[in-house]
C-alpha cells in the first residue's frame, strides 16, 4: 500500500473521529451489500442505473403537486373543523 496515502488517509480519518479499519469494513459492508442488491435486480431482470442527487427531480414521476394537494386537503380540514 502506498504508503503516503495511508498516512495522509489517516490523518483526514483521525480529523473525522474515525478509524482506517472501521471506515474500511464499512465500505466493504457498503460494496457487498451492494452486490446482492445487483444480484437480486439481475434475478427479477432488472437494470439497476445510478443516478446523481442533481438528476432525481427531473426523474420524479410527474403528477399531482403534492405542495397544492396539501394545501387543499389542510383547507378542507380547516373548514370542517369550524363547522
Known amino acids: 500500500m502506498d504508503e503516503e496515502l495511508l ?6 480519518l483521525a480529523e473525522k473521529n474515525l478509524t482506517v479499519s472501521g471506515t474500511l469494513e464499512r465500505v466493504l459492508s457498503e460494496m457487498a451489500a451492494s452486490g446482492f442488491v445487483e444480484k437480486v435486480a439481475a434475478t427479477l431482470g432488472k437494470k439497476l442505473e445510478y443516478i446523481g442527487y442533481d438528476q432525481v427531480p ?26
Open 7 to 12: 498516512r495522509e488517509s489517516k490523518a483526514y
Open 58 to 83: 427531473a426523474r420524479r414521476p410527474k403528477g399531482k403537486d403534492a405542495a397544492k394537494v396539501l394545501r387543499e386537503a389542510r383547507g378542507e380540514r380547516a373548514s370542517a373543523i369550524s363547522r
